[in-house]
């Protein structure tokens, strides 16, 4: 009988918790459970307990659809998945903790107070959080050194991106375990030097939303044609590789001929976004406006659907890609 590997070992090790079972809270569910790890998840709301499963099920039958997973993982997937009535059952024996409540911070330190007392004291403590700093709700626990940001992309089963993000006291260890993991359930983790507002992600996610309110504030283009610029332009080179890599390939010599080629441009351009504005009500009423001519409110779930199968399209498309170039 053959040893079992270290990923088989990982996997009979790493038990995961999930508190929250929102779309971050479910999807993260399906994230550990398909590369083989016991989940239990809790929630405050025994409304979104009482749902989970299905809308769970519903979404690896979906991916299985894509090819992304056959049908006997799905479902030995979501035997893996249980539902807890009480937050102390959920992270009782859990080696990993990942947070996926409000993005309020009173209630992220409550929580936080209660999961430093009642996970196991090697357990890491991770939050979903899109913009609060683990420094914000983590700086009086006893056990801070094992808490850090693990924020993934909405639906992170899909998007594999999370970033991590340490508190000044987070033990470097914890930073790499998580690392690790993130790795072993094939998501694709990058690490963060320091806290910074918002992270790396919405950073730059906030500075084309700027340009794009900006643009349709002063009349520049309508919201279907800046989203036709990004969707049919932009975003086809960003759905892989990045800004600093598509500018290197930009230029005949790289990235330095491009700086020099193009670098004054973009300088002088600057000059007329640096001015941040705040959306506006009136700005965001047309904007409301337009996206519901083109998207009537009932339909936003259908629609959402519909995204969520066309990622999975294109996560399937990247995967034969690499597969064919040896990546």
């Known amino acids: ?7 088989d070992r990982q996997q009979q090790t790493q038990r995961i918790a999930i508190i929250g079972v929102g779309l971050i809270g479910r999807s ?22 009482e749902c989970a499963m299905s809308r769970i099920k519903a979404s690896l039958a979906d991916i299985a659809r894509q090819d992304l997973l056959d049908s006997a993982t799905a479902d030995a997937a979501a035997g893996r998945i249980r539902i807890c009535e009480e937050l102390e059952t959920a992270v009782g024996d859990a080696t990993h903790v990942q947070e996926c409540v409000s993005e309020d911070l009173s209630v992220k330190q409550a929580l936080y107070r209660r999961l430093d007392a009642w996970a196991p004291v090697g357990a890491v403590l991770a939050s979903s959080t899109s913009f609060l700093a683990a420094s914000r709700f983590t700086k009086d626990l006893p056990g801070r050194s094992r808490c850090l940001v693990a924020h993934p992309v909405n639906p ?17 260890a914890v930073v790499e375990r998580t690392r690790a993991l993130m790795d072993a359930v ?3 983790p990058i690490t963060l030097r320091k806290e910074i507002q918002g992270f790396v992600l919405n950073r730059l996610q906030g500075a084309l939303l700027a340009e794009a309110f ?11 044609d800046v989203d036709r610029a990004v969707a049919d332009g932009l975003g086809l080179r960003w759905s892989f590789m990045g800004p600093f890599e598509t500018i ?13 080629r193009f670098g004054p441009m973009y300088y002088e351009m600057a000059q007329s976004q640096a ?12 904007i409301e406006r ?15 659907d519909w995204r969520d199968r066309r990622l999975a399209a294109v996560v399937a498309a990247k995967r034969r890609a690499a597969r064919d170039i040896g990546e």
Request: charged share 25%; aromatic share 8%.
């Open 1 to 7: 009988m053959s040893k079992p590997s270290n990923s």
């Open 156 to 172: 992170p089963h899909l998007v594999p991106l999370v970033e991590l993000v340490p508190a000044p006291w987070t033990d470097g």
């Open 214 to 224: 900006r643009l349709v504030e002063d009349g520049v283009a309508d919201t279907a």
């Open 290 to 304: 337009e996206r519901r001519a083109r998207l009537d409110e009932p339909d936003l779930q259908r629609r959402q």
């Open 28 to 49: 993260w569910a399906i994230v550990f459970a398909r590369a083989g790890f016991d989940v239990a998840l809790f929630d405050a709301q025994a409304e979104a307990r």
């Open 248 to 260: 290197d390939l930009n230029a005949p010599a790289g990235v330095a001929d491009y700086c020099a």
């Open 186 to 188: 094939g998501q694709a």
């Open 275 to 286: 001015d941040p504005r705040a959306w506006t009500p009136a700005l965001v009423t047309q």
